[in-house]
């Protein structure tokens, strides 16, 4: 088991949940609090860096070779 997927993960929902329980309890209203939920969900979203490789192959084939994707148009004759 990885624990920095975990730690990351408990560092987003105190990101998530410390600003909007903070925003409920001052403000006591909840038309500030959803805007808060959502912004705060945002950042936390951020958090996680995107460390992904992305291969990408100009011709769609593994091995490399390149073939002759023209499309011929069947006229019906012989």
Do not use: C, W
């Amino acid at each position: 088991m990885d624990f920095s997927n975990v730690k990351i993960a408990l560092v987003q929902g105190l990101v998530v949940l410390v600003p909007t329980y903070s925003v409920a309890f001052f403000t006591e209203k909840m038309v500030y609090t959803i805007p808060m939920l959502a912004a705060a969900g945002f950042i936390a979203a951020s958090l996680r860096s995107d460390t992904t490789k992305r291969n990408v192959d100009d011709d769609g084939h593994k091995d490399g070779s390149h073939h002759d994707h023209s499309v011929h148009k069947d006229d019906g004759s012989s």
